[in-house]
């Protein structure tokens, strides 16, 4: 089965302006998780969806940050306007609907914020 | 927070068994132990996942402490591509989040 697919691979932008990375999961795992690393520190949880709706949001830093996942399939990750804390590694990953099976990741974004 | 302890890194020659310790004495009855590894410039690999029974599986073994409060992941013939950063993490049934720590560094010998 093909794996999670994150886009872009890199992104730079000033800060202030806006980014919108997506994350297409693999068919058929209802779950879908966004996690990022951000410059020397460990990785953390952001959110989770099941379908399209949000089952945990606890991790979001702030109103900066939205994340949508219009039909349940691919979910897109903005953030508007980016800081230059925002800079890092932003991973999702997908799962089918059980906590008993492990996580796919993809290989995640580098963002950059100058 | 859902804590686990490891060494920060350890290294093995290739070819040989490598044996990665945890310890999450803070575990609950219904936590289940996960190992994840990453691969430079990858996202995180799920490796291997257990409850109370050792599990094996095509990557790795685990072998879980019979109080739970320490598991073993047993890479039983390192090779190079096994170099990563090895990250033990137990969440409770009910939890999806996964909590990161800083992981055990391995690095493997030619």
């Known amino acids: 089965e093909a794996g999670v697919t994150q886009f872009p691979s890199h992104s730079v932008i000033e800060k202030g302006q806006t980014v919108t990375l997506r994350c297409d999961p693999i068919s058929g795992h209802d779950n879908l998780y966004w996690y990022r690393r951000v410059m020397g520190k460990e990785i953390k949880f952001l959110l989770h969806f099941v379908k399209e709706s949000k089952q945990d949001e606890s991790g979001m830093p702030n109103n900066r940050f939205l994340a949508e996942r219009t039909g349940g399939t691919y979910s897109t990750l903005k953030v508007q306007p980016a800081e230059l804390e925002d800079s890092g590694v932003y991973f999702c990953?997908?799962?089918?609907?059980?906590?008993?099976?492990?996580?796919?990741f993809g290989s995640g974004t580098r963002l950059t914020v100058v | 927070d859902a804590k686990t302890t490891q060494p920060n890194s350890m290294e093995s020659n290739e070819e040989e068994p490598v044996h990665l310790p945890c310890n999450h004495s803070t575990i609950s009855g219904t936590d289940y132990i996960h190992w994840y590894r990453q691969l430079p410039s990858q996202g995180p690999e799920y490796v291997i996942h257990g409850l109370t029974s050792n599990v094996n599986n095509r990557m790795a073994s685990l072998a879980i402490a019979e109080d739970r409060k320490s598991s073993t992941l047993i890479l039983h013939r390192a090779t190079l591509r096994d170099a990563a950063v090895y990250y033990c993490?137990?969440?409770?049934?009910?939890?999806?989040?996964?909590?990161f720590g800083k992981g055990t560094k391995l690095s493997v010998i030619p």
């Open positions: 993490i137990h969440s409770g049934a009910g939890s999806y989040q996964l909590t």
């Open positions: 990953a997908s799962s089918r609907n059980s906590v008993n099976y492990g996580y796919t």
